[in-house]
């Protein structure tokens, strides 16, 4: 399923025209039927405005997903990782790693991520 699907199939779930869609959201019934069509695509604030709307989330829109509330996390950063096992109490293998262990992870991710921006 593509954008335009799944925004026709919101409108149909409502029971509302091309015409009435773009009174709500202050568009021409011309520039819905360009969505529908895959003629053109909608700015981001008229991605969230269909999203409210709908009471659906951005990702449901645009196909990212198919639950229709959640959105797709985004990817930790390497700050985010390296944050979260410091203050953890990561376990391996039912034992809790100490700051050594720890700063042994750090540093085999931290050689992992300058290979990988290379």
């Keep these: ?10 409108r149909k779930e409502q029971s509302l025209t091309q015409k009435e869609l773009g009174e709500k959201v202050n568009l021409a019934e ?8 895959g003629i053109r695509m909608p700015d981001s604030s008229k991605l969230e405005e269909f999203a409210n709307l709908f009471n659906v989330s951005v990702d449901f829109i645009l196909c ?3 639950n229709r509330t959640e959105s797709i996390p985004n990817d930790p950063t390497d700050a985010e990782l390296e944050d979260f096992l410091r203050k953890s109490n990561v376990k391996f293998d039912g034992a ?22 290379k």
């Design 30 to 37: 011309s520039t819905i039927s360009h969505y529908e069509n």
């Design 64 to 66: 990212r997903t198919n």
């Design 96 to 117: 809790p790693l100490d700051e050594e262990d720890k700063e042994d992870i750090l540093g085999f991710l931290k050689m992992v991520w300058k290979r990988k921006k």
């Design 1 to 10: 399923m593509e954008f335009k699907d799944r925004l026709k199939k919101l």
